[in-house]
């Protein structure tokens, strides 16, 4: 897949990520009537969170971000941090009352500030593991390990038992994919140009 058409699909996950909010909005006041449509409408949205996962992944891939030198990398890769750290602290001032340690400790590495930044905290830990995960996960076997650690870690969410935060190993295959997938398109752009040349 070329650079325009990821631009296209993040452009999508982005409406959908405005269409989950907007109606999760009108669901919350229980208006009754529209409440099938915008559950249905909430529900059809929700391909946009995992695509942004994936497309993470594939776009640190095809980008090279990681070349071999780790300072490097963690010096363009975390410069989202201290922007996460401001809107984090905006969120506990405006929300929480609770100022202990355990609760400011919460806000900062979990995300609990605010319902929606547990996205950057997985997003952020995700950036910090590519070195890592990187040729891992272009393999088969790697990737359906990680396929078999996020549908274990939606189990135990389902049943309760969510670690304290789940959504790392919840979201580890779609970010994965993102590589996988990058690796897929290489070797049939490979094999077709050996076939025709």
């Known amino acids: ?16 990520v405005v269409l989950i909010h907007i109606t999760g909005l009108f669901l919350r006041q229980d ?53 996460y750290l401001m809107w984090t602290f905006v969120y506990l001032i405006v929300h929480h009352t609770d100022w202990s340690l355990k609760s400011i400790m919460g806000g900062i590495f979990l995300g609990n500030s605010s319902y929606h930044m547990y996205f950057i905290t997985v997003l952020i830990l995700f950036y910090l593991i590519y ?18 650690i996020t549908l274990a870690g939606q189990a135990f969410f389902l049943s309760g038992s969510t670690f304290g935060k789940p959504y790392f190993w919840n979201w580890l295959f779609y970010f994965g994919i993102g590589f996988f997938i990058l690796e897929l398109e290489s070797s049939w752009h490979t094999k077709i140009t050996s076939t025709y040349s």
């Open 131 to 148: 070195p890592i995960l990187h040729n891992f996960c272009t393999t088969y076997i790697g990737i359906t390990i990680m396929l078999l």
């Open 31 to 83: 208006s009754g009537f529209g409440d099938s449509f915008y559950l249905v409408l909430n529900q059809l949205s929700r391909f946009a969170v995992p695509m942004f996962f994936i497309a993470s992944g594939y776009g640190l891939t095809i980008s090279r971000s990681y070349t071999g030198d780790l300072g490097t990398y963690l010096k363009k890769r975390m410069k989202i941090v201290p922007a």
């Open 1 to 16: 897949m070329n650079r325009k058409a990821w631009v296209n699909v993040r452009g999508a996950a982005v409406l959908g």
